[in-house]
């Protein structure tokens, strides 16, 4: 039998910035697949918790809650087919460390190594890279648990796959992962100080294309000027030393952090130092936690090509964003053909800001933002905050009917939705 369910009650559920608490009718902790799927095929509506690292009511139930989190996570490495299995709930910190053992890569973490798996997937999270395609596109296969309790599994190359990957959770609990691996490799890391606007916006193509990882941070304000992070994979370095400067932005002195003036202790190498990619590729260490949620988080993503406008278009409401922007970041990725994701059929670019953690006085900061690039066609990311109208989202994704009648396939009675689903795919919200 699953394990008791615990009472909200008895423990706080929350989000990870606490601005979402969840009150489900049940909270269960199963303790294995068998738990698991009995504990799914017995509920009415379902959803799953993992890290936490959600912003807006994705991730929220009213029936049933379930946290695979103590199940302890699995790994498998197939060497010959260059891929690895890995159980859905597990970290990317957890998971980038047995990849590196085996002795190979993934192809790119997001900024915080700390986030699960399934939920990345699920939500087309990214890190950066002209390149690279978000964190989906290395998925190879999808183990799910479907309504019924029973494992279903999806592959690349299955009709249904390019709409099961991001998946919103609307489609089981993904029990494992499948990816495709990279040869290991050494990653170098340098931050360059006090990039201009204007050479930014002139140079961006340059910029993004400089190294295998990039991103510009800036907090905004009256006269904003950007960090500029590169990560540059040792073997297409073509220099022994990096340029001194780049379109007058100074190499940075010392280690750094994306927000200017705080301790940088907890933020990968940088500097030149010579290490691997899991130690390089996502902003912060493993063994930190970087914020204990003391934030909000929105991000729009738009064709890398209004890259430049999408800029200036900022820049003119910057000085309304300076006072509750803690960091924005900008990156890149790669187009993909995954129906849900924010990259999906274009080049992207996105813009990811760090509020403080005051929705009341982000909330009309948050509309002019959302205004100064309506012209843009914005995907705001799905589990953080946004109020573009839902139709104007829909709008953005040319396979969203495709994806509608995929889930009406696997979960006609709905029980993997919630209130969030219901008001982007429609049905009922119960």
């Not at 998946?167 to 089981?172: D, E, K, N, Y």
């Not at 990968?268 to 390089?280: A, F, I």
């Not at 989202?393 to 939705?417: H, T």
Request: proline share 7%; net charge negative; glycine share 8%.
């Amino acid at each position: 039998m699953p394990e008791a369910p615990t009472s909200p009650t008895d423990a706080a559920l929350t989000n990870w910035a606490g601005n979402i608490a969840f009150t489900p009718d049940r909270f269960v902790r199963p303790g294995s697949l068998d738990q698991t799927r009995e504990t799914v095929a017995g509920a009415s509506r379902l959803r799953v918790l993992g890290s936490g690292h959600s912003f807006n009511s994705i991730a929220a139930s009213e029936a049933v809650m379930v946290s695979l989190s103590g199940i302890e996570p699995e790994v498998s490495v197939d060497a010959e087919a260059r891929l690895v299995r890995a159980s859905g709930w597990i970290t990317y910190a957890a998971l980038s460390e047995a990849v590196k053992r085996a002795g190979f890569a993934l192809h790119n973490l997001a900024s915080l190594p700390h986030i699960s798996v399934a939920g990345s997937i699920a939500t087309g999270t990214h890190g950066s890279g002209d390149g690279n395609g978000n964190l989906s596109t290395a998925v190879a296969a999808l183990e799910f648990i479907g309504p019924d309790g029973e494992l279903r599994t999806v592959r690349r190359g299955d009709a249904d796959f390019p709409g099961s990957v991001v998946h919103l959770g609307a489609l089981g609990v993904v029990w494992s992962v499948t990816l495709d691996l990279l040869p290991d490799f050494e990653v170098r890391q340098y931050v360059y100080d006090d990039l201009p606007f204007d050479a930014a916006v002139a140079n961006f193509d340059d910029l993004t294309s400089a190294a295998y990882s990039t991103s510009l941070f800036t907090p905004w304000g009256i006269d904003p000027v950007f960090q500029y992070w590169t990560k540059q994979r040792t073997v297409d370095q073509t220099q022994p030393f990096p340029a001194a400067s780049r379109f007058g932005a100074p190499l940075a002195d010392g280690p750094r952090r994306p927000i200017p003036g705080v301790d940088p202790a907890a933020c990968t190498p940088q500097m030149g130092l010579t290490g691997s990619w899991h130690e390089r590729l996502a902003h912060f260490k493993f063994e930190f936690t970087p914020s204990v949620g003391e934030e909000l988080q929105s991000e729009f993503l738009i064709d890398r090509s209004n890259a430049p406008a999408a800029l200036e278009a900022l820049r003119g409401v910057s000085d309304k964003l300076g006072p509750v922007v803690e960091i924005c970041e900008v990156r890149t990725m790669a187009a993909d053909d995954l129906w849900l994701s924010p990259a999906y059929g274009r080049d992207t670019v996105g813009f990811h800001f760090t509020w403080v953690r005051d929705y009341e006085t982000v909330k009309p900061v948050l509309r002019v933002v959302e205004d100064a690039l309506v012209s843009f066609d914005p995907r705001p990311h799905w589990g953080k905050l946004f109020s573009i109208p839902i139709d104007e989202v829909r709008s953005q994704y040319p396979r969203m009917g495709d994806f509608e009648r995929l889930r009406e396939s696997i979960d006609p009675e709905e029980k993997f939705g919630n209130d969030f689903c219901a008001e982007l795919l429609g049905g009922n919200g119960r």
